[in-house]
């Protein structure tokens, strides 16, 4: 059953920000690392941020560091990502995956998301 809910995908013009959420009832067991990952079309799903929930520590990917912040808010079991200073190569599929070591390699991560639609235009 799908434990893991992603929202807040939308169309934005270049310069823009968007906050991707992910949800959960409860979070899984043995989830204790949240990540994003996005997949464009053509492309190889790629690593772009992770959280760990109980110590708060943070990962960025080279590309999206100082544009992008990863959150977690406890009370309502909801991991953000806010994207800020959008471009049009961050066009693609953002997914949230849960498990339990952080990492960048989706093998880490046992749980994920549907995916939710990030397009950018120029």
């Known amino acids: 059953a799908q434990q893991l809910t992603e929202s807040g995908g939308g169309s934005v013009q270049a310069g823009g920000s968007l906050r991707l959420s992910c949800s959960a009832s409860?979070?899984?067991?043995?989830?204790?690392?949240v990540g994003w990952f996005r997949q464009a079309p053509g492309q190889e799903r790629e690593w772009v941020s992770t959280?760990?929930?109980?110590?708060?520590?943070?990962w960025y990917d080279a590309p999206i560091m100082g544009r992008f912040t990863i959150s977690h808010v406890a009370t309502n079991n909801t991991v953000h990502l806010q994207m800020n200073s959008l471009k049009p190569e961050d066009t693609a599929m953002y997914y949230c995956?849960?498990?339990?070591?952080?990492?960048?390699?989706?093998?880490?991560?046992?749980?994920w998301g549907q995916g939710t639609q990030v397009t950018v235009s120029s």
């Open positions: 409860a979070w899984p067991h043995n989830s204790n690392c």
């Open positions: 959280i760990s929930r109980g110590g708060g520590s943070t």
């Open positions: 995956a849960a498990g339990p070591k952080c990492g960048s390699r989706s093998s880490q991560y046992t749980y």
